[in-house]
């Protein structure tokens, strides 16, 4: 069986789109696309029928380029208010041989959270800090032998209205949801590495109107926090003192300012129409320091974010998100947070910007999810595989049978 999954990142500029295939520990891109957004403003549904159009324009771009229907999904949901919980739990291992299966594994994980839930929240998913058999910690428990499984973990829910309102809109589409998460999360299962495994640090994605911060321990999520900042302010700076609009800002911050002042040209200039209708001309200067200004304080407001979220002292920062692309960013970062800070570029063919580093999180953290339930799963059907193959045979395909999105998503985003 092959392994495919379908991610949706829904963010405040673009929905991010990608399906890709787990093989040899890697996961391969099959296609990527991104839709602008509409009726989601700061990472929350405020127009639902304009966003259900969005999804269902990316998603018709997604099948296009893979020949084949994509019908289950996995996506994200905001993670404003999102709470975390230590939580334990105990099951018996009460088959005949006295093995842990997968139904234990199963059970002690939906044992953790019982009852544990605020009437206003739902649960997002249970991040397993460690098994325990008959007092042994172990991080596989499966095929482990002994009268009793254990279970510390760390519970993730989310208000209900947060949740609801984006399953409502992929079910307005007519997609399947596998499973939810939350940004935070994924991002680290793209960044991460052995050696940040065995540290406690945190990573900072610069969205477009906002910045998350989130704090790992030893490759496991503690917390997160949202700044309500992102690239957008840097364009609605540009747009204020050189009275431009926001459109032509954006273009001025993306293909010709620098994020640090030291690494500009006087000669260099670029004439854009103010908002007058007047021929101008900027030079690079001017426009970088501007980009700077208000980039120093967003680090400087992540950086503070930081030392809210943890008291322990931290190893190592991450910083990824679209905003990284500007030119000089790293310059920037090392000057305000230090040069330990790690400016992370997302190398995977087929989706090279730092946009995609959610979407590809979230489909290695959903193997890495399945694998430690024991549970091998594709979110394509035998039939559409064999199209993905030789897509020249799509007009033969079987049409897969949508299955009601609130069904699914109660009956398997724990099992």
């Keep these: 069986m092959k392994k495919i999954y379908t991610a949706i990142d829904i963010g405040s500029d673009t929905i991010k789109f990608m399906t890709g295939e787990a093989l040899n520990g890697k996961v391969n891109v099959l296609a990527s696309h991104e839709e602008k957004t509409k009726g989601i403003r700061k990472g929350l549904i405020v127009d639902p029928n304009l966003a259900i159009n969005a999804v269902k324009d990316g998603i018709k771009e997604l099948r296009k380029k893979l020949g084949i229907n994509v019908d289950k999904v996995i996506v994200t949901v905001p993670d404003y208010n999102a709470r975390f919980m230590f939580v334990t739990g105990e099951v018996d291992i009460d088959n005949e041989d006295g093995i842990v299966t997968t139904e234990e594994v199963n059970k002690v994980i939906k044992a ?5 839930l605020a009437n206003d929240y739902e649960l997002v998913t249970v991040v397993p800090l460690t098994f325990i058999v008959d007092n042994e910690n172990v991080k596989e428990p499966i095929n482990k032998t002994g009268k009793k499984l254990g279970i510390k973990a760390i519970m993730i829910s989310a208000p209900k209205k947060n949740i609801y309102s984006v399953l409502s809109v ?20 793209e960044v991460r590495n052995n050696n940040l495994d065995k540290k406690i640090g945190a990573i900072i994605n610069i969205g477009h ?3 998350n911060v989130s704090i790992f321990n030893r490759g496991k999520i503690m917390n997160t926090e949202t700044i309500q900042l992102g690239g957008i302010n840097v364009d609605k700076d540009l747009a204020y003192m050189f009275n431009i609009n926001v459109f032509d800002a954006r273009t001025i911050k993306e293909k010709f300012a620098s994020s640090h002042k030291r690494f500009t040209t006087l000669s260099d200039t670029y004439e854009v129409k103010n908002t007058a209708g ?5 030079n690079q200067l001017e426009v970088s320091e501007i980009v700077m200004d208000r980039l120093a304080e967003m680090l400087r407001l992540a950086r503070k974010q930081i030392l809210l979220l943890t008291k322990q002292e931290i190893s190592y920062i991450v910083i990824t998100g679209g905003l990284t692309e500007i030119k000089a960013f790293k310059n920037l970062v090392y000057e305000i947070l230090g040069k330990d800070v790690i400016i992370y570029a997302e190398d995977t063919l087929g989706i090279r910007n730092n946009k995609y580093v959610t979407a590809i999180g979230m489909i290695k953290y959903f193997i890495d999810k399945m694998e430690i339930r024991g549970r091998e799963y594709s979110m394509v059907e035998k039939n559409e595989e064999n199209l993905l193959i030789n897509p020249n045979n799509k007009n033969k395909r079987d049409k897969i049978g949508i299955t009601k999105i609130f069904e699914n998503f109660i009956g398997t985003k724990e099992d």
């Design 112 to 116: 953790s959270v019982y009852a544990k």
């Design 278 to 282: 007047e021929m101008i001309k900027l």
């Design 209 to 211: 109107e906002t910045m």
């Design 170 to 189: 992929m079910e307005g589409a007519g997609l399947d949801v596998v499973d939810i998460t939350i940004s935070g999360l994924c991002d680290y299962f």
